[in-house]
């Protein structure tokens, strides 16, 4: 009996331990796509979360493995969230690829690049994770937009549309061209739909 007590009584630590640290790395995107860098520090992830900056560091012991962990939390979400457009035009494949270099993901992930650029220990951290995110994105196009890459340009051309979406969400942190993105967008779903056939 007193096994089972134990072991119900775990569970509930466990989802609260998981809830705090989703809150963590969901408020430390929101602090690194907000602040940047050097105004998301540990301490102000975890006040933005609600939660103690000890409760912050039994999950992160460092600053640098909560903001990778964070990034690679949300893109792990995306890649669901695309995998769900199974079936759909082209044309809405395009849209969902360009909105994922136009939020808030996109935005901490620049700064965190940037950050990684002038940083030793947190550059080959950064490096491998946007390495194994752009494989990923890149697999999930081919298959939502049903290219044969045995075909000669089509890698290319799928790289291309990535390409073209990240220069997009680097134009949105400077301005709203909503307009103008939106046509971008029907212009490549048309080219797409020629190039792959």
Same mark, same amino acid.
Not at 43 to 60: I, L, M, Y
């Given at each position: 009996?007193?096994?089972?007590? !134990?072991?119900?009584?775990?569970?509930?630590?466990?989802?609260?331990?998981?809830?705090?640290?989703? &809150?963590?790395?969901?408020?430390?995107?929101?602090?690194?796509?907000?602040?940047?860098?050097?105004?998301?520090?540990?301490?102000?992830?975890?006040?933005?979360?609600?939660?103690?900056?000890?409760?912050?560091?039994?999950?992160?012991?460092?600053?640098?493995?909560?903001?990778?962990?964070?990034?690679?939390?949300?893109?792990? !979400?995306?890649?669901?969230?695309?995998?769900?457009?199974?079936?759909?035009?082209?044309?809405?494949?395009?849209?969902?690829?360009?909105?994922?270099?136009?939020?808030?993901?996109? +935005?901490?992930?620049?700064?965190?690049?940037?950050?990684?650029?002038?940083?030793?220990?947190?550059?080959? +951290?950064?490096?491998?994770?946007?390495?194994?995110?752009? &494989?990923?994105?890149?697999?999930?196009?081919?298959?939502?937009?049903?290219?044969?890459?045995?075909?000669?340009?089509?890698?290319?051309?799928?790289?291309?549309?990535?390409?073209?979406?990240?220069?997009?969400?680097?134009?949105?942190?400077?301005?709203?061209?909503?307009?103008?993105?939106?046509?971008?967008?029907?212009?490549?779903?048309?080219?797409?739909?020629?190039?792959?056939?």
């Amino acid at each position: 009996m007193g096994d089972l007590s !134990e072991a119900s009584a775990r569970a509930p630590k466990q989802d609260r331990s998981r809830a705090t640290r989703r &809150r963590l790395l969901e408020a430390a995107v929101a602090c690194l796509a907000e602040r940047g860098w050097a105004g998301s520090t540990v301490a102000v992830v975890a006040e933005h979360a609600g939660v103690s900056r000890g409760a912050a560091q039994h999950h992160f012991p460092t600053r640098e493995d909560l903001f990778t962990a964070a990034v690679e939390y949300v893109a792990e !979400e995306r890649s669901h969230a695309l995998r769900a457009l199974t079936g759909k035009s082209r044309a809405d494949v395009v849209s969902a690829l360009v909105a994922l270099y136009t939020g808030p993901l996109f +935005r901490a992930a620049l700064h965190l690049w940037v950050a990684a650029s002038n940083e030793d220990q947190l550059r080959p +951290r950064v490096t491998e994770l946007e390495a194994r995110v752009g &494989r990923e994105t890149h697999h999930i196009a081919v298959e939502l937009l049903g290219a044969d890459e045995s075909r000669p340009g089509v890698r290319e051309t799928v790289q291309g549309l990535l390409d073209m979406a990240r220069g997009l969400g680097l134009a949105t942190l400077l301005t709203d061209d909503t307009s103008r993105r939106e046509r971008v967008v029907a212009q490549w779903a048309k080219l797409l739909d020629e190039a792959l056939g």
